[in-house]
């Protein structure tokens, strides 16, 4: 499958579905994609220099904050595609989605352990 195959696979026809495999090359193609994405829109809108999105709203310094506030919109869209398709691929792998959520909650209580320094 090529590159454009693959990310047509990934956002089109399965954006949205746990079930099934994706193959590594897929995979792979569809997280350069969401990469290169990424990338794209945080150069077009200024995201790396954008304040929390609260603190944001609430005190707009800048005259386009709704074109910052449309770049933060942008960079969440390809979350849940991505999410299903590491999912897919785990199932490739021979494991269960569920390894997923596994690993999501471990990082997120180390990251909440090093935060707060415990």
Known sequence: MTFNQAVY??????PFSFA???????????TLFCALY??????????WEMPSLLGFLAFPQHEFYALR??????VL???IPHIC?????????GLSGWVYLGIIVTCS??????????
Do not use: C, E, N
């Open 38 to 47: 990424l990338l794209s829109v945080q150069a077009l809108f200024g995201a």
């Open 77 to 79: 869209l390809p979350i």
């Open 9 to 14: 696979s990934a956002i089109w026809r399965k």
């Open 85 to 93: 398709a590491t999912i897919r691929r785990l199932h490739d792998s």
């Open 109 to 118: 209580i180390v990251s909440v352990m090093l935060d707060f320094g415990g």
């Open 69 to 74: 506030v449309l770049g933060g919109i942008l």
């Open 20 to 30: 099934g495999r994706m193959r590594r090359r897929d995979y792979w193609y569809f």
